[in-house]
């Protein structure tokens, strides 16, 4: 059985001069998700390691961190350091997943491996049990404010089933395009980790819109 339903609000939908007030809107999710990119892995340039620290040392909820970046086996272990609860790096991104994922561990954190959505999940599928979380992009990374693909439902459903084959205790993370409609298709696949950005950073009561999509996705979940 997997953990209980997830609501992690991407920070890229915040304002960043106001980093500190925008992390404590937030204070009644489970993480804030943090979006680290390059410039090189997707065209955009957000956070490195030294900003993730800070975060996490005034954030009121841990920090989920997702790496957009290049050569995740020579930089991920850095965001661990930082302070990042989770770090999830893209599979498209890392020469030896296994390794680096054992790396990631070893400094405390807990991991993920994200696919983007044109990544078929196979690859994947015999090495899970080296993961806590799969994080399936519904949208394709770099930017916030898309919409959700249901295109990616399928890849959603293969990793729950084939977590729940191999016995795992396996979290399935969506990103990308979240509102209280795609959270219901999306729990309804197998997720149970929802990234929001837009439908909480742009509500009136973020705390409020926090704990809508909670109720929805908990009332839609399907593990």
């Given at each position: 059985?997997?953990?209980?339903?997830?609501i992690n609000?991407?920070?890229?939908?915040?304002?960043?001069?106001?980093?500190?007030?925008?992390?404590?809107?937030?204070?009644?999710?489970?993480?804030?998700?943090?979006?680290?990119m390059d410039n090189h892995?997707?065209?955009?340039?957000?956070?490195?390691?030294?900003?993730?620290?800070?975060?996490?040392?005034?954030?009121?909820?841990?920090?989920d961190a997702h790496l957009m970046i290049a050569d995740a086996d020579r930089h991920a272990v850095a965001y661990a350091e930082a302070g990042a609860e989770s770090v999830?790096?893209?599979?498209?991104a890392a020469q030896a997943p296994v390794r680096l994922a054992r790396e990631l561990h070893r400094a405390g954190a807990k991991v993920g491996v994200a696919l983007r959505p044109a990544t078929p999940v196979d690859p994947l599928l015999d090495i899970?049990?080296?993961?806590?979380?799969?994080?399936?992009?519904?949208?394709?990374?770099?930017f916030g404010g898309q919409s959700?693909?249901?295109?990616?439902?399928?890849?959603?459903?293969?990793?729950r089933e084939a977590a729940g084959t191999a016995g795992l205790e396996l979290s399935v993370q969506v990103d990308g395009g979240i509102n209280r409609t795609t959270i219901e298709q999306a729990a309804e696949a197998g997720a149970d980790v929802f990234v929001a950005g837009s439908a909480i950073y742009t509500a009136d009561?973020?705390?409020a819109e926090i704990g809508a999509l909670r109720e929805i996705a908990a009332r839609h979940l399907h593990v």
């Amino acid at each position: 059985m997997t953990a209980p339903v997830s609501i992690n609000p991407s920070v890229l939908n915040s304002d960043f001069m106001r980093i500190g007030e925008e992390l404590d809107r937030i204070a009644d999710a489970d993480r804030a998700h943090i979006d680290v990119m390059d410039n090189h892995f997707v065209p955009n340039l957000t956070f490195g390691p030294s900003m993730v620290e800070q975060m996490a040392r005034r954030s009121p909820i841990p920090l989920d961190a997702h790496l957009m970046i290049a050569d995740a086996d020579r930089h991920a272990v850095a965001y661990a350091e930082a302070g990042a609860e989770s770090v999830t790096f893209h599979l498209e991104a890392a020469q030896a997943p296994v390794r680096l994922a054992r790396e990631l561990h070893r400094a405390g954190a807990k991991v993920g491996v994200a696919l983007r959505p044109a990544t078929p999940v196979d690859p994947l599928l015999d090495i899970l049990a080296e993961f806590d979380m799969v994080l399936v992009m519904t949208v394709e990374p770099g930017f916030g404010g898309q919409s959700f693909l249901p295109s990616m439902l399928p890849k959603i459903r293969r990793v729950r089933e084939a977590a729940g084959t191999a016995g795992l205790e396996l979290s399935v993370q969506v990103d990308g395009g979240i509102n209280r409609t795609t959270i219901e298709q999306a729990a309804e696949a197998g997720a149970d980790v929802f990234v929001a950005g837009s439908a909480i950073y742009t509500a009136d009561d973020a705390a409020a819109e926090i704990g809508a999509l909670r109720e929805i996705a908990a009332r839609h979940l399907h593990v």
